[in-house]
């Protein structure tokens, strides 16, 4: 999937430092529908900002918007989103599992 940071201009979360050493990275999967993403899930978010200010927090969805965290850029921290295609994340794990596994797909 592709990795977004809009609004990142100048800011500390360019799409080459997103996973770079040095830098805590933490994953929030949202399988859910964007107007399901509320209140507990942005107190997890914080919660990680909080903690880790300078981290890197990836956030992996079926959708949400690129814009969903420009705030957070604005603000300085580095929280993008990564949108998952379910297809390339089966090959992805089957490729990465032994053979035998692999087959049972």
Do not use: K
């Not at 997103?18 to 830098?23: A, I, T």
């Not at 529908?33 to 997890?44: D, E, K, M, V, W």
């Not at 914080?46 to 705030?71: K, T, Y």
């Not at 998952?84 to 599992?97: I, R």
């Amino acid at each position: 999937g592709d990795v977004t940071a809009t609004g990142a201009v100048g800011g500390p979360c360019a799409a080459e430092d997103v996973g770079s050493s040095g830098r805590i990275n933490f994953f929030l999967f949202w399988p859910l529908h964007t107007s399901q993403f509320g209140q507990l899930a942005y107190a997890a978010l914080e919660a990680v900002l909080f903690h880790h200010p300078s981290a890197n927090v990836i956030v992996i969805s079926l959708g949400l918007p690129n814009d969903l965290f420009d705030g957070y850029l604005r603000e300085g921290y580095c929280v993008v989103s990564a949108t998952l295609d379910l297809g390339q994340a089966e090959s992805m794990f089957a490729a990465a599992t032994t053979p035998g596994i692999a087959q049972s797909f």
